[in-house]
């Protein structure tokens, strides 16, 4: 049978290098044996996670990180946190009493099927560029031309 211990009862020794959580480590040994085990801590390379987009400033925003839900509550922080899912922007947000259209316009949030973006700039042939995130990948935000099809959210 084994049986668990918190691995600083074994240490006789000032170990030279210790991160903080590696008091949490635990060992198992057998009951039978009673002399001292020598442990060696080795230093690890550190483990660095590196974000495409800075990490969230709006803290009223309740939609889920890394989505393009997210990134267009956080462009537009008046917009309320219950419009659903993309799909439903428009239709909740008009049921709201929000001005929505089919019209782009500077600073919309622009819906299209089951996903929303920013509008940042309207083209004269009619065409809009967006800013959106999660369209290539969670977290990855990116800009785009297109045109036709969307409703929007004033």
């Known amino acids: 049978m084994l049986t668990p211990f918190i691995l600083t009862t074994l240490i ?10 590696e008091s949490d480590i635990v060992v ?4 039978e044996v009673i002399e001292p085990i020598k442990i060696e801590l080795v230093e690890l ?4 996670y590196k974000s495409p987009v800075i990490q969230p400033q709006n803290s009223s925003n309740t939609y889920a990180w890394g989505n393009c839900t997210w990134y267009v509550k956080n462009k537009r922080p008046d917009l309320p946190n219950n419009l659903g899912n993309a799909n439903t922007w428009v239709a909740f947000a008009a ?5 929505t ?7 919309a949030a622009a819906q299209y099927g089951m996903h929303v ?4 700039s309207v083209n004269d042939d009619g065409s809009f ?11 990855i935000v ?9 409703q929007f959210i004033y």
């Not at 990116?142 to 969307?150: F, I, P």
């Open 101 to 107: 259209g089919t019209t782009p316009a500077v600073g």
């Open 117 to 120: 973006a920013y509008v940042e």
């Open 95 to 99: 049921q709201q009493g929000l001005p």
């Open 129 to 139: 560029v967006i800013s959106e995130m999660n369209y290539y990948g969670l977290n």
């Open 12 to 21: 006789t020794e000032q170990p030279k290098y210790i991160k903080p959580y």
């Open 142 to 150: 990116d800009t785009r031309t297109v045109s036709g099809g969307w």
């Open 45 to 48: 390379e550190p483990i660095s």
């Open 28 to 31: 198992s040994i057998q009951r």
